[in-house]
């Protein structure tokens, strides 16, 4: 069971970046999945969720109308699109497994990939 | 948007009890379950605890937790050196459309 991470890098403000997040080794369609972020020298922030079925997407407020979450469930991967970064957007983002299948209310991530790092700066 | 409070520190020396407490509202932990989370640098964060009580396998059973109404708590006991680390709560928000919060976070210091 595990998830990887990609499509971080850097970029200046008012840029896009799309992350994307690779599944193996469970039935990726029976599973919400998160995106969390992590600044440096921070704790972890919750970005944005997706259902198992792409049916719900939730967003961090501040990111809310920036960043759209998707998946395809046929290639067991799930998408972060980002636009208009900011600085504050910079941090290590994980995507993470909500624990219970079918489930998604819960904030109980038991698979974490190793993290893909974005920083926004000009 | 909302959160839940933690101590930013902690401490006790080998072998003893530590308590470490997250405090939450009406939106999150009264009517959600908390998680609990173990964060080594380096690393990604490792569930510790689930729906307020529960051990995934694996977690020693030194590490176990408790809520009281908007309150939860993670108590370890038997402290190893390598339970030095971050621990942070989570839980889902029912405000501003819905969303998960982490607290702010407790340093752990094995004396």
């Known amino acids: 069971e595990q998830l990887v991470e990609s499509g971080g890098g850097v970029v200046r403000p008012g840029r896009s970046l799309r992350l994307s997040c690779a599944a193996s080794?469970?039935?990726?369609?029976?599973?919400?999945i998160h995106w969390v972020r992590q600044s440096p020298g921070k704790g972890p922030e919750w970005v944005a969720l997706?259902?198992?079925?792409?049916?719900?997407?939730f967003y961090l407020d501040s990111v809310r109308g920036r960043f759209s979450i998707s998946r395809d469930n046929s290639k067991n991967r799930v998408f972060l699109e980002m636009n208009n970064l900011r600085p504050d957007d910079t941090a290590l983002y994980f995507c993470?497994?909500?624990?219970?299948?079918?489930?998604?209310?819960?904030?109980?991530?038991?698979?974490w990939g190793q993290g893909t790092r974005v920083t926004v700066s000009s | 948007q909302s959160g839940l409070t933690q101590p930013p520190s902690a401490s006790a020396p080998p072998g003893q009890r530590v308590t470490i407490s997250c405090s939450g509202g009406s939106s999150n932990l009264a009517s959600n379950a908390v998680n609990w989370y173990q964060h080594l640098p380096g690393t990604a964060p490792k569930l510790l605890i689930y729906?307020?009580?529960q051990r995934p396998s694996g977690v020693p059973d030194r590490f176990s937790a408790f809520t009281s109404g908007t309150s939860a708590s993670l108590v370890i006991s038997g402290l190893q050196s390598e339970d030095e680390a971050d621990y942070y709560c989570?839980?889902?928000?029912?405000?501003?459309?819905?969303?998960?919060?982490f607290g702010g976070g407790t340093k752990l210091t094995v004396l």
């Open positions: 993470a497994r909500e624990r219970r299948e079918f489930g998604g209310f819960g904030g109980a991530f038991d698979i």
């Open positions: 997706i259902w198992y079925d792409g049916s719900d997407k």
């Open positions: 729906s307020n009580d």
């Open positions: 080794g469970f039935t990726f369609n029976n599973y919400a």
């Open positions: 989570a839980s889902w928000d029912d405000s501003l459309g819905g969303h998960v919060v």
